[in-house]
């Protein structure tokens, strides 16, 4: 079934509740286990379904926001989807309150039940209505951030499109497309401000409302950290700051002397090479081809589901006008077939976002065996794990793609690896100290951003931008409109995929892949550190093991020369 023959209907939410209410009942009535566990595996099924009808219009709406349809159903979602996760919560309590509990864990994944607990802990009548607000401000800023058409060199642009020019080797154009990109975003700054606002409110209530010291508490819960909590992340913050922050800035200073410049502005950040940073040869489709030889090479696996990627339509990777900015994966539900969206623009990036994402996308088709809609894709700091490893496990190939600039995209790409951990960090330190000061004005949450950025990430001149000078970098980054308390799990996720680059890159492990595909068949049924362990991985928590993985990852860019970059 090709992507665009799956059927999307608006579900009739009060036959819904009827439906789950009377087989939740039946499960709760159930004489023995058998018939629980039936009723159990109905209630997945309506779930899913569910699921799916909700994860379709999400897409489609991301996949051209002036669908006057599917931005009809995503305002729809923005209301109702609150009110179907209390539905769910229903089921949640019986399921934790079931006299066949014991049983049902061992044929049922124990984070089920941890899920179920979060679940009723972070909704209830009171916070319906804020719920529907965040949902709505989310929206408003993704159709924002989706409406950039800039002129530049004679053409409307997009975001993600004009973002290829920040890598032209000619400094004035880079500088000016920079300065067209920013643009945007002092034009509407005081939306930005607004939406922000909007948001920090409705989510500081909600905390209240629930019992939480803080949305700082309440965002741990909706992360579902299982495994560790946030003073372990403010030691992993610290030691980015110690250990990794170093190692960047002799990067940083090694690109300037290879670009000849006296000072490294901010426009000139993402140039890795005074001629270009590498580029995909070819078209998307082009891309497309050579990633399916990669995968059918990489192995049996990857190889066929890449197979039904493309025969089946699942994914849509041109940028345009109207369309969602940024990448990601969805799993659709019944189908039981993911999906992957992206913004290609020509440089490395897509090469970048295609491993990324068809990383996640073969992690939930491996575990489409789980029968739970929330278990299929795993907590996000083990999803990013799968996502990012693939961008490494993948580097043989890169040939394929670049040509003889393989071994300068492979450079730039493992320097980025660790460019951004400082940045992953930056923003969940952001994100803390502002929910932390739900009363802060606006002009105080970008003095904030600024102070750390400077911290977190030093390199950033903004001498010759007095917008960026005065902290409104984070505007551009989703994430903290969006998903919030999400991005330090990329950090944790970073470094476990730099021990799978080091695994098969550096020491040629044959168990490298074994272990990958371990994690991927599992979906959500572990937690993170259970996840890491199953993969023969170091805990990102583990100080000692990590500076040993930075020196690695430091000492094999230091022994690659400025002659060898520059040939």
């Known amino acids: 079934m090709l992507f665009s023959e799956i059927s999307y209907q608006r579900p009739d939410l009060t036959h819904y509740k009827e439906k789950l209410t009377q087989t939740t009942q039946q499960f709760v009535e159930a004489e023995d286990y058998s018939a629980a566990k039936a009723a159990l595996e109905k209630l997945n099924h309506l779930r899913g379904e569910m699921a799916k009808n909700m994860k379709l219009a999400y897409i489609r709406h991301s996949i051209d926001t002036k669908d006057p349809f599917y931005r009809d159903e995503n305002d729809f979602w923005d209301h109702h989807a609150p009110l179907v996760d209390q539905i769910h919560n229903h089921f949640y309590e019986s399921l934790l309150s079931s006299p066949f509990r014991k049983q049902l864990e061992t044929d049922f994944p124990a984070t089920l039940f941890l899920f179920a607990e979060d679940q009723l802990r972070l909704l209830d009548d009171s916070v319906i209505e804020l719920k529907q607000q965040e949902n709505e401000a989310i929206s408003q800023y993704s159709q924002l951030i989706a409406s950039a058409e800039l002129d530049f060199e004679g053409k409307k642009r997009t975001l993600s499109e004009l973002s290829a020019f920040f890598t032209v080797p000619d400094r004035k154009t880079r500088k000016t497309a920079q300065a067209v990109y920013e643009s945007f975003f002092v034009a509407h700054e005081q939306e930005f401000d607004d939406i922000y606002d909007q948001l920090v409110k409705v989510r500081h209530q909600q905390a209240q409302k629930l019992g939480f010291k803080n ?25 980015i700051v110690e250990k990794v922050v170093p190692i960047n800035q002799k990067l940083y200073q090694r690109q300037k002397e290879r670009l000849g410049i006296d000072a490294l502005l901010h426009y000139d950040l993402p140039l890795v090479y005074p001629n270009g940073n590498p580029r995909p040869q070819g078209n998307r489709d082009t891309l497309v081809r050579s990633a399916q030889a990669m995968y059918h090479e990489l192995s049996n696996e990857t190889g066929s589901f890449f197979d039904l990627m493309i025969q089946q339509e699942l994914m849509d990777l041109a940028s345009r006008p109207g369309k969602q900015s940024g990448g990601y994966c969805e799993f659709i539900d019944e189908v039981q077939m993911p999906f992957i969206f992206a913004n290609f623009n020509g440089t490395s990036d897509d090469v970048d976002v295609l491993t990324h994402e068809t990383g996640h996308a073969f992690q939930s088709y491996l575990s489409r065996w789980i029968t739970e809609p929330e278990l299929v894709f795993p907590t996000s700091d083990t999803a990013e794990i799968h996502s990012m490893s693939m961008e490494f496990l993948t580097w043989p190939w890169m040939d394929k793609f670049f040509g003889s600039d393989s071994e300068k995209y492979k450079f730039a790409h493992l320097s980025s690896a660790l460019q951004f951990l400082p940045y992953g960090a ?42 960026l000078e005065r902290g409104i970098y984070w ?4 994430h903290i409109f969006e998903v919030p308390f999400y991005y330090i799990d990329y950090t944790l996720a970073q470094v476990c995929a730099l021990q799978f680059w080091q695994r098969k890159i550096v020491k040629d492990d044959p168990m490298t892949w074994d ?8 979906g959500g049924s572990k937690t993170f550190l259970e996840t890491v362990e199953l993969g023969n991985l170091a805990s990102p928590f583990d100080r000692e093991k990590m500076t040993d993985l930075l020196a690695a990852v430091d000492h094999y860019l230091a022994d690659i020369s400025e002659a060898e970059l520059l040939e």
Not at 233 to 238: G, K, N, S, Y
Not at 475 to 478: C, D, N, S, V
């Open 426 to 467: 930056l923003v969940d330190h952001f994100q803390e100290e502002v929910y932390l000061h739900p009363e802060w004005t606006v002009a105080d949450r970008k003095h904030c951003w600024r102070e750390l950025e400077q911290s977190y990430c030093p390199e950033r001149n903004y001498q010759e931008s007095e917008a």
């Open 475 to 478: 505007y551009r980054q989703g």
């Open 215 to 239: 949305y700082v508490e309440y965002g741990d819960r909706l992360m579902n950290r299982w495994s560790y909590d946030r003073k372990q992340l403010h030691d992993f913050r610290r030691f």
């Open 515 to 522: 272990d990958y595909l371990a994690i991927c068949r599992i």
